[in-house]
């Protein structure tokens, strides 16, 4: 048998209560043995509380709680709020998939309308689950046949499968596409720097004879430069040699 504290959370005690009810349908106990079966099983607060109660209907002349279906009404009243099924059915109306699994999502909805005790006709409960859907499983569940809630959530199943693989799809196909591009662009980078680095054969002779055309201009004008000169020093050189031939055949002819 479960235990029960006693907590505020209404959700503990009807957790509760299913499991004991589940323990009693599988034996054969008397309602007496059922109401002291289950208080056994309270805890802190709720061995207070149940013994508070007793008291109380005992000093009021009141019969004591003897059945199990008494024990869960007033169990019921203390443990959970008047306003409890109301925001259940709020819940309920606003509950999507969202980030949960498709199967998380009608477990939760399948649990919120137990709690609420909800009694509607299956199509309701397909159109509230199918309008809850993520739009992606939704759009391909529309096409796929069912006929109750159960194979509605067998083909939900499906399609959620099917739009993870379309994604893991794109991811990698997207990953794939990026990593093309820059080695596109790291190949081209590298093709510019050694571009740069060893010019082509025209570029470098074309570089060679550029660099070559001063210095024969330069060894051309050396040159005539020289020439010039030294037919100059030729000339004053040979000057007075004249004057002295010229000088002798002066005396000669003295003679």
Known sequence: MP???????PDAYLSWVLKVDKIFRIHNFSE??????????????????????????????????????EMQEVMHTRFVPTHHKRDLFNKLTQLKQSFKSVEEYYKEMHMTMMSAN??????????????????PVKRIVEFFPYTNTVELLHQATRAERQVREDIASAKSKSFFAARNA??????????????????????????????????????????????????????????????????????????
């Open 32 to 69: 007496a043995k059922k109401v002291a079966m289950a208080s056994l099983e309270f805890e802190g607060y709720a061995n207070v509380w149940w013994e508070e109660v007793n008291k109380k209907r005992a000093k009021e002349d009141l019969e004591p709680i003897d059945t199990w279906e």
């Open 118 to 135: 909800v009694d509607e006709r299956e199509e309701q409960t397909m159109a509230q689950f199918l309008n809850g859907l993520n739009i």
């Open 3 to 9: 235990k029960f504290q006693g907590e505020e959370d």
């Open 182 to 255: 820059m080695n596109a662009s790291s190949s081209i980078k590298n093709t510019g720097a050694l571009a740069s680095k060893d010019p082509p054969k025209q570029a470098r002779s074309a570089i060679k004879t550029t660099s070559f055309k001063p210095e024969q201009s330069t060894m051309s004008s050396k040159a005539s430069t020289g020439s010039r000169t030294s037919i100059k020093t030729q000339a004053m050189e040979a000057k007075p040699m004249e004057r002295e031939l010229k000088m002798k055949k002066m005396e000669l002819q003295r003679l």
